[in-house]
């Protein structure tokens, strides 16, 4: 069993920026691709990033490319998504998850005003 928890939401202004964190618990940390995403209100949940196990690879929404950078911290286990330009089109609920797992951290509201 995996247990996340995110942190580091808040509200910021049009182009500022924020860094979250998702701390994992439970599980072989650096054997999982960790996925970041979002949900707005009134909308569905979307991929915002992943960073595959061992930092092979990423992927962005094309929202967010340029803007935001997912790493992760093995020792640490954690993984991190830096902000930055944010616009009030990025507010929403950010969850990280175990990508392709059952596995769910509770969310962080980010919220941006312009």
């Known amino acids: 069993q995996v247990q996340l ?7 910021v202004q049009t182009g500022g920026s924020l860094r979250l964190s998702c701390a994992a618990s439970g599980g072989t940390f650096s054997s999982y691709s960790m ?3 979002r949900q707005a209100p009134g909308k569905e949940r ?3 990033a992943t960073i595959a196990r061992s930092d092979n690879s990423r992927y962005y929404v094309e929202a967010v490319q340029g803007r935001f950078t997912i790493s992760r911290d093995d020792v640490k286990n954690t993984v991190y998504l830096e902000m930055n330009a ?7 609920v950010y969850y990280c998850r175990v ?3 059952n596995y769910w951290g509770k969310g962080t509201l980010v919220t941006v005003s312009s």
């Open 46 to 48: 979307e991929l915002v």
């Open 99 to 101: 990508t392709g797992m």
């Open 35 to 37: 996925s970041w995403l």
């Open 86 to 92: 944010l616009r009030p089109e990025d507010t929403a």
């Open 5 to 11: 928890v995110e942190s580091g939401g808040g509200s």
